[in-house]
C-alpha cells in the first residue's frame, strides 16, 4: 500500500475491521467472505469494499435487499468518516459506522490490521479454509459407467460421485484445492449483462416482508381522517396500478387508535395479510397486518402509512416439496431450492423427474401435499388469492386464440384481466407498450397463426406482461423451435430477469443453459439432483455433455442422487440454509374465503367473451363455410328420399306414408350429427386457455355460457337452413298442435331442440376427452346410437330395458315432437299388423304430449350443461374450485 493512504475502520455490532487499500474486502453471509454480517437481511454476498484512487468506495453486488448511504439505496458510491451506511433496510438495517484509522500505513500494514482484528479478512487473504469434505456416495451394486473423458483435476477410472467435486478451471486460473467453495472462485460466463449470483437462501433471498425492503413511502395519518386509495387523481393515496380501481378501499383511523381498512366495491380486491375483503366489506387492522392493493402493500407504523410497492425485486423459494399421488407413490420428493430476484433460473431434467408436477406445485395449480413454496417469504397456497396476480405463466401450447391478430388477441385479455372501469385508452396504452418491450410492434396487425414458433411465445409472453408480474414461469417455450429461435427465447427471458423479474423456464434444451443465473437439475423420482450455477453443473456431474448426464439417469434411476447432492459442497453453497429463516405465519382461511375475486362483473366477462368467441369464428372464412355447407347438405340429403305424400297423410286409398318418419329421421339425426360437431372440438382446443384464464379470475359459469350463447344461436340457424332445404318441397300437414297455423315452425322447433341439445352433448365429450383426435371417434359413434334410437327403425316402446334405455337419447324425443306434430303412430304402418292399436306413445298427437317431448328433450341438454360445468372443475388450479 501507498504512503499517505488511510486505513478505514469499519465497526459494526461491536466488532471491528480495518481495511487497507492494497485489496478489495467482499462483505455479507458468507462465512468464507472477509466482513461477515450474521443478519438475515444481509445477502450472501452482499457488498464489496475496496480503494477506488482517491477515496473509498462500497459497491452493491446485486444484494435483495440493497445497500444505503445517508437513507439512499445505492448501487456504488464513496464513503468516508462520518457515512451512514445500511445494509437490507435504509432504516433499521445493520449499520456500519465508518471511520478512517489514526496511523498510515505502509506496504502490507494495513492487512496484518485487519487480519489481527478480523478472522474473516484474515482467511481471504491466506489459504481458503477449507469446508468439510462430503462423505463418499457408495455406486449402485455392479456399478461401471463409462468413464467421462479425462479431465485435469479427475483422478482416472473414478466414477463421477465418487469425485471430489471441483470448479471448473478458466484458462487463467490456477489450480483450486478439492475442498474449496467453487462459487466463491468461478467467473460468471454468461456475459456482463448478468446479475451477480446471489445465494437467495441466506437472507438476502427470503425477507422476512415488505417492510425489510424499506418502504416506497409514508403516508400521515390523522384520527377520524379517511384515506381513500384508488387509480384516480381524486384519491388521498393514488396508486398507478391498472390491477388497481378507480376507487379501491379507504384506510380510517378510529377515535380509539385503531384502523380500518374498508373495500370499495373493488375488482381485483383488497386483501388482509393475503386473503380477501368481502367485496364493500370492512376489518380492522393492526401493526403486524398487511394490506395488499394491487402491486401495492400497505402497513400502520405508529401514526402513519408505509407503503411497499412491488417492483419486481422479490424472492421466491420452495421448501421441502412433496407430492403423492394414488397408491403412495411420491412423483415429487423433497424439493427444496430457492432464487434471488431478477434471475433466470432453468429446471432440466429427465421424462420421469417430475418437472411438469414441479411447475404445477409452484404456481399452485396443483399444490404439493407437504412443504411450502415462498414468494417473498410469503406462504403461495395461503395467500393464493393475492399473489396470482403478481405470477404470470406461460404454458407449454400458446395462450392465445390463434384466428386473431395479435393486437385484438391482448385487447381481450386485457378486457378479462383489467378492472372493468379500465378505460380502453388505459388498455390500448399497456398493450402498446408490452408490445414494444417486446419488439412486436410491427407484428401487431398480424394473425396469431402467421407468426413464427418464436414470434408465438413472444405474443404469449406479451399477454403474461400486461399485469406487470414479478415472477414469471415457463414451460417448455422452445418445445419445437429451431436452435436459432431456442436462443432468441432464452436471450428474451434473459432480458425479462435483467429488467426486473424472476423467471423460472422449465426445458428439455440445454443449450443455451449458460445464459442462465441458476440450474436445477431435477433426477427420475422427482428429487433434486443439482442447483447451482450452470457452468458448474457438469462439472459437479463428472462428465463432458449433458447427452451423458441423461444417460446416467437413465441407466441408473435407483442411485440415490438426491443423496449425493445433499451431501456435496454444492449443496451447502446454494442450499444448506433454506429453513434459516422462518416465514410468516398466516392462519389458513376456508376455502371459500380463498378465492380471489373475479376482475370484472359476470355480466361484462359474459359479454367480452361472447364478443371474443364471435371474433374468433368470423376471423375463420372456411370453419364458417363449413358451418353453413354442412346442413344445406344434410338438408339435401332428406330430400332425395322419395316420399309421394311428403309429410303429410295419404290421400286417396293409401292409408299409410312411410316415407314421412325416414325423412324425418334424416332431419333429426342430420342435425345431431351437426349440433354435436359445432361443439366438440371447442372446450379441448381452448383448454389451455381456460386453464390460464380461471387461474386470473375468469367466471367458470360465464365462460360456458358464452360458449352456449354463440354455439345455440349458430346451430339454431343450421336447423332452420336444414328444415328450409328439407320441407321446402315437402307437403305438410295443414295444422299443427302448438303452432296450429304454421306446422312447419312447429317441426323447426324440434329440429333447433335437437341440435342444441346435442350441441351440448358436444360439450360434454369435448370436456372429458384429452386430446382433439379423440373427438371425432366419439362423434360418429354418438350420431350412430342416434340413429338407432331415433324409434323409426324398430320398435322400441313396450320393450322393457330398451324402452328405458331409450328415454336418455335426445333423438327419441326429438322425433317423438315431430312425430306427434305428424301423427306418425297413425301415418306409419303399425310394428305389428295383429295388433294395429298398439301405437307408441311419445308419438300422441296432441299438444300435451308435444310439450312433453321438448320438454324432456330440453332437459337433457341443461343437464348436460351442468356435467359440462363440473367436468370443467378438472382444468383449474385447486384453489379456484368451488
Not at 600 to 619: E, K, M, N
Request: with cysteine; proline share 7%; charged share 20%.
Amino acid at each position: 500500500m501507498g504512503h499517505g493512504v488511510p486505513e478505514l475502520v469499519l465497526e459494526l455490532n461491536g466488532q471491528t475491521w480495518t481495511l487497507d487499500s492494497s485489496r478489495s474486502y467482499t462483505l455479507g453471509r458468507d462465512p468464507q467472505g472477509d466482513l461477515v454480517v450474521e443478519d438475515a437481511r444481509v445477502s450472501w454476498r452482499h457488498a464489496t469494499v475496496h480503494w477506488g484512487g482517491r477515496s473509498w468506495v462500497i459497491e452493491d453486488q446485486g444484494s435483495t435487499n440493497g445497500t444505503y448511504v445517508q437513507g439512499r439505496r445505492i448501487q456504488q458510491v464513496e464513503i468516508g468518516p462520518g457515512s451512514a451506511v445500511h445494509l437490507g433496510n435504509a432504516t433499521d438495517g445493520p449499520r456500519l459506522t465508518v471511520s478512517v484509522s489514526g496511523s498510515v500505513s505502509g506496504a502490507g500494514s494495513g492487512s496484518a490490521a485487519g487480519a489481527a482484528q478480523a478472522p474473516s479478512a484474515q482467511s481471504a487473504m491466506a489459504a481458503p479454509q477449507q469446508a468439510p469434505q462430503a462423505a463418499p456416495q457408495r455406486a449402485p451394486a455392479g456399478w461401471a459407467p463409462q468413464a467421462p473423458p479425462p479431465q485435469a483435476h479427475q483422478q482416472p477410472h473414478q466414477a463421477p460421485w465418487q469425485q471430489q467435486q471441483q470448479p471448473q478451471q478458466q484458462a487463467s486460473t490456477p489450480h483450486i484445492s478439492q475442498q474449496q467453495a467453487p462459487a466463491a472462485h468461478i467467473p460468471h460466463q454468461a456475459g456482463a449483462h448478468h446479475q451477480p449470483s446471489v445465494n437467495p437462501l441466506h437472507g438476502g433471498g427470503v425477507p422476512q416482508g415488505p417492510g425489510d425492503r424499506g418502504p416506497t413511502g409514508f403516508h400521515q395519518f390523522a384520527v377520524g381522517r379517511v384515506m381513500r386509495i384508488g387509480r384516480a387523481l381524486d384519491n388521498e393515496l393514488v396508486v398507478s396500478d391498472l390491477q388497481v380501481s378507480r376507487h379501491h378501499a379507504e384506510f380510517q383511523s378510529t377515535p380509539d387508535g385503531r384502523f380500518e381498512i374498508r373495500d370499495l366495491g373493488s375488482h381485483n380486491g383488497t386483501y388482509v395479510n393475503g386473503q380477501p375483503l368481502p367485496k364493500s366489506g370492512s376489518a380492522l387492522i393492526g401493526p403486524n397486518d398487511t394490506v395488499g392493493v394491487g402491486h401495492s402493500t400497505f402497513r400502520v407504523v405508529g401514526d402513519r402509512l408505509e407503503e411497499f410497492v412491488d417492483t419486481g425485486e422479490v424472492s421466491f423459494s420452495a421448501r421441502h416439496l412433496t407430492v403423492t399421488v394414488d397408491g403412495g407413490k411420491q412423483i415429487l420428493r423433497d424439493v427444496s431450492f430457492g432464487v434471488p430476484e431478477k434471475s433466470l433460473v432453468a429446471v432440466i431434467g429427465p421424462s420421469g423427474s417430475g418437472k411438469s408436477t414441479l411447475l404445477k406445485a409452484l404456481t399452485g395449480y396443483r399444490p404439493a401435499d407437504q412443504g411450502d413454496v415462498l414468494y417473498d417469504n410469503r406462504n403461495l397456497y395461503k395467500q393464493f388469492a393475492e399473489l396470482r396476480q403478481r405470477i404470470g405463466l406461460v404454458p407449454q401450447d400458446d395462450i392465445l386464440h390463434k384466428e386473431l391478430t395479435v393486437r385484438t388477441a391482448l385487447k381481450y385479455a386485457a378486457k378479462l384481466r383489467f378492472p372493468a372501469d379500465t378505460t380502453e385508452a388505459e388498455r390500448e396504452a399497456r398493450i402498446d407498450e408490452v408490445l414494444r418491450e417486446l419488439k412486436l410492434d410491427i407484428h401487431k396487425e398480424k394473425k396469431v397463426t402467421s407468426l413464427s414458433g418464436g414470434q408465438r411465445k413472444r405474443v404469449s409472453v406479451a399477454l403474461e406482461l400486461l399485469t406487470k408480474p414479478s415472477l414469471i414461469f415457463l414451460d417448455e417455450p422452445t418445445s419445437g423451435l429451431d436452435p436459432g429461435m431456442d436462443r432468441d427465447v432464452m436471450q428474451l427471458l434473459r432480458g425479462l430477469a435483467d429488467d426486473g423479474r424472476t423467471v423460472l423456464v422449465v426445458t428439455h434444451s440445454v443449450a443455451e443453459l449458460a445464459l442462465c443465473d441458476k440450474l436445477l437439475v431435477m433426477a427420475p423420482g422427482g428429487s433434486v439432483a443439482y442447483f447451482g450455477p450452470p457452468e458448474e453443473a457438469l462439472n459437479f456431474f463428472g462428465y463432458s455433455t449433458w447427452a451423458d448426464v441423461f444417460s446416467a439417469f437413465e441407466n441408473y434411476r435407483d442411485y440415490d442422487w438426491s443423496g449425493r447432492w445433499r451431501g456435496s459442497q454444492h449443496y451447502q453453497m446454494y442450499a444448506a440454509d433454506i429453513d434459516a429463516v422462518a416465514p410468516q405465519s398466516v392462519h389458513m382461511p376456508p376455502p371459500q374465503q380463498m378465492r380471489p375475486p373475479k376482475p370484472q362483473g359476470w355480466g361484462s366477462q359474459l359479454w367480452t367473451l361472447v364478443r371474443r368467441y364471435v371474433s374468433v369464428i368470423a376471423s375463420d372464412r372456411g370453419f364458417i363455410g363449413l358451418m353453413v355447407l354442412l346442413p344445406a347438405i344434410l338438408g339435401g340429403v332428406s330430400v332425395v328420399i322419395p316420399a309421394e305424400h311428403g309429410l303429410a297423410a295419404p290421400t286417396g286409398g293409401d292409408r299409410f306414408n312411410g316415407g314421412a318418419g325416414m325423412i324425418m329421421m334424416i332431419l333429426v339425426v342430420g342435425m345431431c350429427f351437426s349440433g354435436a360437431a359445432n361443439s366438440v372440438r371447442e372446450l379441448i382446443k381452448e383448454r389451455v386457455i381456460y386453464e390460464r384464464e380461471r387461474a386470473t379470475g375468469l367466471s367458470r359459469s360465464a365462460y360456458l355460457m358464452s360458449k352456449v350463447i354463440v354455439l345455440g344461436v349458430t346451430t339454431s340457424l343450421q336447423a332452420v337452413i336444414i328444415c328450409a332445404i328439407g320441407f321446402s318441397t315437402r307437403k305438410l300437414p295443414e295444422e299443427g298442435l302448438v303452432i296450429t297455423g304454421s306446422p312447419a315452425a312447429e317441426l323447426c322447433l324440434s329440429v333447433i331442440a335437437i341440435g342444441f341439445t346435442s350441441m351440448m352433448f358436444g360439450l360434454v365429450i369435448s370436456s372429458l376427452v384429452k386430446t382433439a383426435e379423440k373427438t371425432m371417434p366419439l362423434l360418429v359413434m354418438f350420431a350412430i346410437v342416434q340413429l338407432v334410437f331415433t324409434g323409426v327403425l324398430f320398435q322400441i316402446f313396450g320393450k322393457p330395458g330398451l324402452e328405458q334405455f331409450a328415454w336418455l337419447m335426445p333423438s327419441r324425443w326429438a322425433l317423438g315432437a315431430a312425430g306427434a306434430t305428424l301423427d306418425l303412430s297413425h301415418l306409419m304402418a303399425p310394428w305389428d299388423p295383429q295388433k294395429p292399436n298398439d301405437l307408441d306413445p311419445v308419438w300422441e298427437h296432441t299438444a300435451a304430449q308435444w310439450s312433453i317431448n321438448m320438454t324432456v328433450l330440453i332437459a337433457i341438454g341443461v343437464a348436460c350443461c351442468f356435467a359440462v360445468a363440473r367436468l370443467l372443475r378438472r382444468h383449474e388450479p385447486e384453489v379456484m374450485r368451488k
